[in-house]
């Protein structure tokens, strides 16, 4: 994708090849500045801030972050002590336990002199496979955009709800949510994207809006509580979301808010689709909403907020009264039952165990 008319990833080996530079995504809209990790403490610092976010990005980030270890020390112990702390940064997104899992069990079985050049190697071959399987599910997506696009009689606006930031910048390219919208744009489609703003960090405002923005996608933030108004008088024609973490049986945990999407989306007979890589799908879980572990962050990302003065600098101001108390859970899980089908890289799925082995029969056996 591009920004500012020039192609860009999320990450890449910096010029000395063996830096990891990652935009900011903490800046963004305001400002596009690259960051240089030059050690996996400053790859676990990266995804912990937010600096990078999105599960499929986290998975990358982590998996560039045991290179990072691999350069300065390929012994176990070094490896242990990196993966325990990548891991530890993030509790909710199954792609960074996948990422760092995938390295890890290839790195052990390797000489230590052999480590470094595997875990580069290793990390760019998963982000080259992230942008594949984004693709994938843009055209999956795309088929069913086009078909209820036609059966609503080509209307001369599709308008697609989406919550948070499931687009390239939460991927390597492309987006998992957001990759069905980009190819029914490039095919034509007039399609409109409600983007909810999406409480507390606004990935939706500052992240969605940007990314369509620059693609040329037409769009309009709306509040957080709007989708379900809109929804009632005939202005959703679909929603899609990404997802952090989906159990064997369909369960989608994602961003804070998701569920009442899913709600407002059933009780108004709206379809409601999840795009995901099977990096995302957690073979090991069977019910989402007690098995899921919900990432808590601290209270001042809904205390306070950043935004853009009149001269340009970048500020941040409290917006409660002094000494309320404030909860800040970054992510929701929506039961199975009201997601209409999940998007993979393999084709559409039902919510639902069986739907899921149909296109991974690979998992009946484990
Ligand atoms: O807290 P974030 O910004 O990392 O949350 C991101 C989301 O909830 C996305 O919807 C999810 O990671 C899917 S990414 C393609």
Redesign the pocket.
Known sequence: MKIYGKSMRTIWVADDSWGVEIID?TKLPFEVTTRTLRSWQEAATAIRD?VV??????GATGAYGLALAMREDSSNENLERAYTALLAT?P??V?LRWGLDDLKGRLLKVAPSERMGLAYRRAAEICDEDVET?KAIGRHGLAIIRELWEKKGKPPRFNVLT?????WL??IDW????APIYMAFEAGIPIHVWVDE?RP?N?GAS?TAFELGQHGVDHTVIADNQGGHLMQHGLVDMAI????RTTATGDVC??IG?YLKALAAHDNGVPFYV???FT?IDWTLEDGIRQIPI?E?DARELSHITGRTADGRLETVDILPKGSPALNY??DVTPARLVTGLITERGVADASREGLLKLYPEQTAK
Not at 53 to 58: C, K, M, S
Not at 241 to 244: F, I, N, S
């Open positions: 995504q937010m976010r999105g599960a499929p990005l986290i993030r909710t997104a792609n984004c919550h948070c930031n499931a687009g939460a991927c987006g998992t949510a957001l999406t960090r990935q992240l979301v990404g997802t952090d994602n961003k998701t795009g995901l890589p995302t990432e962050r970054g992510f």
